[in-house]
């Protein structure tokens, strides 16, 4: 079991950028951690994944080139470094980690192989 928190969500003009942090209490060396997102209405949507072995990373088509994932694993945290950000970005923000070997990016990026998630943190832009 992993225990998340995330927070760095805030209101940002657009083309600003934020950088979000995930905690993650029982992150080891065989975990996914992702980052998803889900506007009001909407579906929940995989924006970027990686494994903590350093064996995969993978960034969505939706935000190829404005997001990046990256982890610090001596402080068990995993960020979302958002750059250059619109409007249609703006919707709550999930960490999400999974126990396990590395999956491939479809799998990576669908919520549905996920059981821990945090509480979400809100981004909007304007």
């Known amino acids: 079991h992993v225990q998340l928190v995330e927070s760095g969500g805030g209101s940002v003009q657009a083309g600003g950028s934020l950088r979000l942090s995930c905690l993650a209490s029982g992150m080891t060396i065989s975990t996914t951690m992702a980052w998803f997102r889900q506007a009001p209405g909407g579906e929940r949507v995989g924006l970027a994944a990686l494994h903590t072995s350093g064996g995969s990373l993978f960034v969505s088509d939706l935000v190829q080139g404005r997001f990046t994932i990256s982890k610090d694993f001596a402080k068990s945290t995993v960020y979302l470094q958002m750059n250059n950000l619109k409007p249609e970005d703006t919707a709550m923000y999930y960490c999400?980690?999974?126990?396990?070997?590395?999956?491939?990016?479809?799998?990576?990026?669908?919520?549905?192989?996920?059981?821990?998630w945090g509480q979400g943190t809100q981004v909007t832009v304007s």
């Open positions: 999400a980690a999974e126990l396990g070997p590395g999956m491939t990016y479809f799998q990576a990026l669908n919520p549905a192989r996920y059981t821990n």
